[in-house]
C-alpha cells in the first residue's frame, strides 16, 4: 500500500504545486475570469492522459520505450520555457501593478491566456502518461486486490492536498512577498523539470552520458523512501544524478535566478523598476524559444 | 473578456511554436511504433517476476519480432524492469513505476541478439541481470527508419566481420608456421595465399595499427635503410625462392631453420596480437560510418597500387587472391552501408552494386580450381582490363563515405 501511495504522491505532487501557484496568481491578480482556461488545461491534461494511458494498455499498439522518452524529455523542456517566461511575464505584471495598474496588465493577461491553459496541460501532462498507465495496471488488477489502485489514488489526493494548501498560504501573502517566492519556488520546480527532461532523453539514447554520475545517494535517499518522494515531487531530487543532468540544472538556475533576483526579488522594488525595465521582457521573449529547441 | 484577448501576441505565437515542435516531434517518433504483427503470428509474451532479490523471466530467450514482458512486482518495494543491449548500458526499452501487486507490460520489437534483463526492486542500483537471447524468427524486424540505427548496425556487423576475419587469420597462420618451420614446403606454399585473404579482406583495419603493418606485410622493395624485414614477404620469398638473374644478380640466400622459427614464431606472435587488439572494446569503439567507409576505398586503392601491378606478390604470383580478398572487404563494407547509401544516395547505390558485379565478373573469369591463375599467366589486356574496372569502381567507392557521414 505504501509504495503505491508514495508513486501516486510522487508523480502528483510537481503538478499539484505548479497549479497551486497558477491558480493563486490568478486570484491574486483579479483574473478569476481566467480560471476556466486553467481548468479546462487540467482536465484536458487528465483526460488526455487517462484516454492515452488505456489505449497504451488496452489498445493493440503499445508506445517505444524510445518515443516514450522522447516526448517526455521533449515536454519537459517546453515546459521549462514556458515556467521560465510565466515566472519573468509574473515579475513584469507586478510591476505594472505598482505604475499603471490596468493598461498593460491586460495585454500580458491577454497573452498569457492561452500560456495559461497550455502551462496547464504541460504540468498535468507530463507525468500524467506515465501515471495513467500505472493506474490502468492498477484497475487491471483490482480482480485481485484494489490495494494498489487505491493506494495511488490516495497518493495523488495528498498530492493535490499540498497543492491546495501551497494555494491557500500563497493567498494570504503580500502581493510583492507573493511574486518573489512563488517565482523562486518556480524556477527551483522548472530546474528540476530540466533536468529530469535530460534524463529521459539520456535514456532514449537521444543524449549521451546515462552512466556518468555526477553523485549517487541512492543508498542515502532510496527513491523509494518518502522522503525521496518528496524530494522527487517537488524539486525533482533524482539520487543518482548524471553528470549531463547536473550540468543542465546549474547552467539553468544560476543564470535564470540571477536575473529574477536582480529584476523581481531585489530589496527595493523601485530601483528594480525604474534601472531594469528591458531586462524581464527580454528574458520573457528568449525563454520560450531556447525551451522549444532542445 | 477584454477586446485585447484577439490581438496577436507575440508569446502566444512562441508559445504555438513550442506546441508545433511537441506535436512534430511526437508525431515523428510515433512511427518506430511497433507494428502489430501483420502475418498473424502474434507476439510472444514471456512472464517476468520480480521480488525483492529474485527476478525470473520465463524463458532466456525470445524469437525476434513483438515481444512482450508481462512484469509482476511480487515484492514489497517499487519496482522497475530494463532490457539492456549487449554491453548491459544501454536501454533498449524499460518499464518503471511498477507498485507492489501490480502487472504491467513492456512491449517491445526485438531484433536478433544477445540481450541482459534486469529488475530493479527499490529503483536503486543495477538490479538483478541475466542475459536473454532473442534468436532469428526470420519475421522482418521492420527498420525503425532512423539512418542512426543502420549506421549503428552497420558498424556492430562490421566490428563483428572484422573479429572473425581476424580469429580466422591467426588459426590459418598457426597451420601455414607450423607446416613452414616443420620443412613441409609444400603445404606451406599451399597454404600462403589462402591464409593471406583473412589478412588481405580487413588490409586497413590490420594497417591502422602503425606498429603491427610492417612487421607483418612489408615487401622487400619498400624496406628501408636499416629497416629489418620480417613477415609474410620474406617467408613468400623463402618458399618461392628466385634465382639469382631475378634476385638482382646475387644467389639467393635459404634461411636456416633457425631463422625460419624465429621470423615465423615473431609472425604468429603479431598476429596474435592483432588479434588481441581487434577484440578491445576499444577498438569497436573506433569504428564508425565514416572509417567503414574509407576502408572500403582504401581496399581498392590497395587493389590499383599492388595487387594489379603485380606487385605484391612478386615471388609467389598471387596476387589475384589479394585482389579478390580486397574486394570482399570492400563489398562486406558497403553491403553494410548499402541502406543508409540508398536512403541518401540512390544513384550512388546502383552504381555502385554495378561495378562491384562487373568486377567480380572479370574475377570469376580468372578462377582456377579453388583459388585464381597466376598473375603471371595474365595477358596484359586481361590486367589493363581488371585495372579499367578497378578505377571505375574506385571512383563511386570515394563518394561512399560523404554519402553516409552527413
Keep these: 500500500m505504501l509504495p503505491n501511495f508514495l508513486i501516486g504522491l510522487r508523480e502528483g505532487l510537481e503538478a499539484a504545486l505548479v497549479v497551486g501557484i497558477l491558480v493563486a496568481y490568478l486570484v491574486k491578480t483579479g483574473r478569476r475570469d481566467l480560471l476556466p482556461q486553467l481548468w479546462a488545461g487540467v482536465t484536458l491534461a487528465v483526460v488526455g492522459s487517462l484516454a492515452f494511458g488505456a489505449l497504451l494498455t488496452f489498445g493493440p499498439r503499445g508506445l517505444t520505450f524510445e518515443a516514450q522518452e522522447a516526448i517526455g524529455g521533449t515536454l519537459s523542456i517546453v515546459a521549462v520555457g514556458l515556467i521560465t517566461w510565466m515566472i519573468f511575464w509574473m515579475g513584469k505584471t507586478a510591476r505594472h501593478l505598482k505604475t499603471d495598474l490596468h493598461g498593460k496588465l491586460d495585454e500580458a493577461v491577454a497573452a498569457g491566456r492561452w500560456a495559461v491553459l497550455v502551462m496547464a496541460v504541460l504540468a498535468v501532462g507530463r507525468e500524467g502518461l506515465e501515471t495513467a498507465l500505472f493506474l490502468w495496471a492498477g484497475a487491471q488488477a483490482t480482480g485481485q486486490t484494489a490495494e494498489p489502485l487505491v493506494g495511488a489514488l490516495l497518493g495523488i489526493l495528498v498530492a493535490v492536498a499540498l497543492g491546495w494548501a501551497v494555494y491557500k498560504g500563497a493567498v494570504r501573502l503580500d502581493l510583492r512577498v507573493f511574486f518573489a517566492w512563488t517565482g523562486l519556488a518556480l524556477i527551483v520546480i522548472a530546474a528540476g523539470v530540466l533536468s529530469y527532461g535530460v534524463h529521459d532523453l539520456q535514456e532514449a539514447g537521444i543524449l549521451p552520458g546515462l552512466h556518468h554520475l555526477a553523485f549517487d545517494v541512492s543508498a542515502q535517499v532510496p527513491p523509494s523512501s518518502w522522503y525521496g518522494t518528496l524530494l522527487k515531487g517537488t524539486v525533482n531530487f533524482s539520487p543518482a544524478t548524471t553528470w549531463l543532468e547536473a550540468i543542465a540544472w546549474t547552467a539553468y538556475i544560476v543564470p535564470v535566478l540571477t536575473v529574477y533576483i536582480r529584476t523581481v526579488w531585489s530589496g527595493s522594488p523601485r530601483t528594480a523598476t525604474a534601472s531594469t525595465p528591458a531586462q524581464a521582457p527580454a528574458a520573457a521573449t528568449d525563454a520560450p524559444t531556447t525551451g522549444g529547441t532542445p | ?406
Design chain 2, 1 to 406: 473578456m477584454s477586446p485585447t484577448t484577439l490581438r496577436p501576441a507575440r508569446p502566444l505565437a512562441l508559445t504555438a511554436a513550442a506546441l508545433a515542435t511537441v506535436l512534430a516531434l511526437a508525431a515523428c517518433t510515433d512511427n518506430s511504433a511497433p507494428e502489430s504483427s501483420a502475418d498473424g503470428s502474434g507476439p510472444s509474451t514471456l512472464t517476468v517476476t520480480s521480488t525483492a532479490d529474485e527476478c525470473t523471466v520465463s524463458a532466456p530467450e525470445a524469437p525476434s519480432g513483438n515481444v512482450v514482458f508481462s512484469v509482476t512486482n511480487a515484492g514489497d518495494d517499487v519496482t522497475e524492469f530494463y532490457l539492456l543491449a549487449e554491453d548491459g548500458l544501454r536501454i533498449v526499452s524499460e518499464v518503471e513505476n511498477i507498485g507492489p501487486g501490480l502487472t504491467r507490460d513492456l512491449v517491445l520489437t526485438a531484433k536478433p541478439g544477445s540481450y541482459v534483463t534486469a529488475c530493479k526492486p527499490g529503483m536503486v542500483g543495477d538490479g538483478i541481470r541475466s542475459d536473454f537471447t532473442v534468436t532469428d524468427s526470420g519475421t522482418d524486424v521492420a527498420p525503425t527508419g532512423a539512418l542512426a540505427d543502420q549506421i549503428t548496425a552497420a558498424t556492430t556487423n562490421y566490428v563483428a566481420y572484422v573479429k572473425d576475419q581476424t580469429e580466422q587469420l591467426l588459426t590459418g597462420t598457426q597451420d601455414f608456421v607450423d607446416a613452414y618451420t616443420s620443412g613441409d614446403d609444400d603445404t606451406a606454399r599451399a597454404l600462403y595465399a589462402s591464409t593471406r585473404v583473412h589478412w588481405e579482406r580487413i588490409e586497413p583495419v590490420a594497417e591502422s595499427f602503425g606498429d603491427l603493418d610492417p612487421r607483418m606485410d612489408l615487401r622487400e622493395a619498400d624496406l628501408e635503410e636499416g629497416q629489418e624485414w620480417t613477415g609474410w614477404h620474406l617467408l613468400e620469398k623463402d618458399l618461392w625462392q628466385p634465382t639469382a638473374e631475378a634476385n638482382g644478380g646475387t644467389e639467393y640466400v635459404a634461411l636456416t631453420p633457425e631463422q625460419r622459427t624465429q621470423y615465423a614464431d615473431q609472425l604468429l606472435a603479431d598476429t596474435t596480437e592483432l588479434n588481441d587488439r581487434v577484440h578491445t572494446a576499444d577498438f569497436a569503439e573506433g569504428i564508425d560510418a565514416a572509417s567503414i567507409g574509407n576502408g572500403a576505398k582504401g581496399l581498392l586503392d590497395e587493389v590499383a597500387t599492388g595487387k594489379v601491378t603485380g606487385e605484391e606478390e612478386i615471388w609467389s604470383h598471387t596476387d589475384l587472391w589479394d585482389f579478390q580478398a580486397n574486394v570482399d572487404g570492400a563489398k562486406v563494407a558497403y553491403d553494410g552501408l548499402r541502406d543508409v547509401v540508398l536512403a541518401q544516395d540512390a544513384d550512388l547505390a546502383e552504381d555502385l552494386d554495378t561495378q562491384f558485379a562487373e568486377i567480380q565478373t572479370l574475377l570469376d573469369a580468372q578462377r582456377s580450381g579453388d583459388g585464381f591463375v597466376l598473375y603471371t599467366d595474365l595477358t596484359p589486356a586481361q590486367v589493363k582490363e581488371l585495372a579499367d574496372s578497378v578505377n571505375a569502381l574506385g571512383e563511386p567507392l570515394s563518394r561512399l563515405t560523404a554519402a553516409v557521414v552527413l
